[in-house]
């Protein structure tokens, strides 16, 4: 049975696909410390969060069964990312579904600033009705500055324009073009500050936003500016801002996220009369969280269940149409990295991946991931996986090559995988997918075979001489191995050969050694793929 742990409150209805599911049990522990989480962790195979549980190194190391952690939401900040990647645990979040009720909240938030609502409301209900206090601003014909463009920012943008306020953007990836269909004006950081009526932030925390709104900015910034942040703590910095406010530059703030959450409790935003906050409520709306929820239980009902899933955080995203065309090759692409790596006896330093046919124009790197993971594996075992693989081969300095070809020698789709040793040992095999036959591989180094990739295989080099085939077939049945499939290749008539079994059961090491010491017989070797 699958185990998932829920360690944050995360919406029912979002994870009863997973409750439901009859092969996945569900616990629900919120409000977990770290060392609580260390000491459970071990007994699941997912971790679904929101943004309170830190997913720190030491909980992901002692995560000994942990596939994935899912995030119910965008940000991962709370995720060791680098630490999941290693240890081959796939983070995945879901980065939709609370994207319009952000957009809200900042919109909730910028309102609420423009019109003191949060300071009205707390003197009203103890019974001061002062009217004189709390004179606000319209939004109409006002210039809204928003520094990221995004899926949030992009829908902050959409509602300014219906109340008739002048927008800029910026964002890295905002060409002209889109600003255009957008509505808005594509802007520099330094023309938002300038210019902006009201800023608001929609960008993640990175090295780069940190602090992107800090001193310098608002000694260059508009007088009576009012700041929104909805994204990330940290994207403005908190203590220039108070000072930007004190001395009148800013207007007044709108803040839902905090450089450390929750605030300390002498934070100088809580106790300030132009700063209104919220806990970090952003897509904590029921609709976001059903959301989020959905998505991410979805996802990780995929991952548990090894089919094809998306959202990964840790590894490069793939449309789903791409995914679909890739999955009937995973098996084959990581049975092929596996029959080499058996057939190879040293340290690999380079792996060569040419895919052709159908697979010369469709973007093969998660194919890729799975040869890797089928050379890797031979000696890391269970430690390497998708999400790992290419990061464990660069780790051991291991060059990987890939190309792509229309030409096939025949086949509609060929992946050849070849590895290279420092001393120059090349190993390859080749390998394709058969319409209605099925898995195939197809070539041995400069040997043509043609053999389903079955689970034991018995790989004999010999001289191409009359009578082997019987010695081995005698002896394999002499000691009780029984023989599913023979193929056996040359490449002149009595020169080298090789002899191809597929088996019904591992092959006894003692029978290898008498294999080899058959007349005209080189080498036998064993071949497992799982
Ligand atoms: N308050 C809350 O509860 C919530 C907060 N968020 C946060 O809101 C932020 C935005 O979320 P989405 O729009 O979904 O993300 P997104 O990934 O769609 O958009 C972020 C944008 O920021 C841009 N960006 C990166 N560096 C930048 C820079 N130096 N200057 C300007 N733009 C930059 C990126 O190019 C990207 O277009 C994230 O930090 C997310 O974690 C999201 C949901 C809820
Ligand atoms: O789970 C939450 O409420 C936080 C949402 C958030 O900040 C995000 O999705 O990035």
């Not at 699958?2 to 009863?16: C, E, F, N």
């Not at 330094?190 to 310098?216: C, G, Q, S, Y």
């Not at 976001?288 to 009902?301: F, R, T």
């Not at 780790?395 to 086949?411: C, E, M, N, W, Y």
């Amino acid at each position: 049975m699958l185990k998932v742990l829920v360690s944050d409150p995360i919406s029912d209805l979002g994870i009863q696909q997973l409750m439901d599911a009859d092969d996945v049990t569900v616990d629900k522990n919120t409000g977990l410390s770290e060392d609580e989480l260390v000491q459970i962790i071990g007994d699941y195979d997912a971790l679904l969060v929101r943004s309170q549980t830190r997913v720190t190194e030491r909980i992901l190391a002692a995560g000994k069964k942990l596939k994935v952690v899912g995030r119910a939401g965008v940000g991962v900040d709370n995720i060791d990312l680098k630490a999941a990647t290693q240890r081959g645990i796939i983070v995945i979040n879901a980065p939709d579904g609370n994207t319009i009720t952000t957009c809200e909240h900042t919109f909730a938030m910028m309102m609420a600033l423009a019109r003191h609502i949060p300071q009205a409301y707390a003197q009203t209900i103890v019974g001061t009705w002062d009217r004189k206090s709390f004179l606000g601003v319209e939004l109409r014909n006002k210039t809204l500055g928003v520094l990221g463009m995004g899926r949030i920012g992009s829908e902050v943008a959409k509602r300014a324009k219906a109340f008739g306020m002048n927008i800029l953007g910026y964002d890295p990836f905002l060409t002209e073009e889109r600003a255009e269909k957008l509505g808005i004006k594509l802007a520099s950081v330094n023309e938002i500050i300038r210019n902006a009526d009201f800023m608001t932030v929609h960008t993640p925390l990175t090295p780069e936003t940190k602090h992107m709104i800090a001193r310098p900015q608002f000694e260059a910034m508009k007088k009576g500016m009012r700041i929104i942040n909805c994204a990330r703590g940290g994207v403005i910095d908190e203590l220039a801002l108070v000072e930007a406010i004190n001395e009148g530059i800013v207007a007044g703030a709108a803040f839902d996220v905090f450089e450390s959450e929750p605030p300390a409790q002498d934070h100088p935003f809580l106790s300030h009369p132009k700063i209104i906050v919220t806990p970090h409520l952003g897509a904590s709306t029921v609709e976001a969280q059903e959301n989020v929820a959905i998505d991410v239980s979805e996802q990780v009902l995929h991952i548990l269940r090894d089919e094809p899933f998306k959202n990964a955080v840790n590894m490069p995203p793939v449309p789903s149409n791409v995914m679909t065309q890739l999955q009937p090759y995973f098996s084959l692409g990581e049975k092929l990295g596996s029959f080499a790596a058996q057939v190879t006896n040293q340290a690999v330093r380079e792996i060569h991946v040419d895919y052709a046919g159908d697979l010369s124009s469709v973007d093969t790197q998660p194919l890729t991931r799975y040869i890797l993971k089928g050379v890797l594996s031979r000696h890391l075992g269970s430690d390497v996986n998708i999400v790992n693989s290419v990061h464990l081969a660069k780790t051991r300095d291991i060059h990987l090559v890939v190309s792509q070809a229309p030409a096939t020698k025949g086949f509609t789709n060929l992946i050849t995988v070849t590895l290279k040793t420092q001393s120059g040992e090349e190993q390859r095999v080749a390998g394709t997918l058969l319409a209605g036959y099925g898995e195939r591989i197809v070539q041995l180094n400069q040997f043509p075979v043609d053999v389903a990739p079955e689970a034991h295989f018995l790989l004999i080099s010999h001289n191409d001489k009359p009578g082997i085939i019987g010695r081995v077939g005698t002896l394999l049945g002499e000691n009780g191995v029984n023989i599913a499939s023979m193929q056996v290749g040359r490449k002149i008539v009595g020169g080298e050969a090789i002899m191809i079994l597929t088996v019904d059961k591992a092959v006894p090491k003692d029978v290898l050694v008498q294999l080899v010491g058959l007349p005209e017989l080189n080498t036998a070797q064993e071949i497992v793929l799982n």
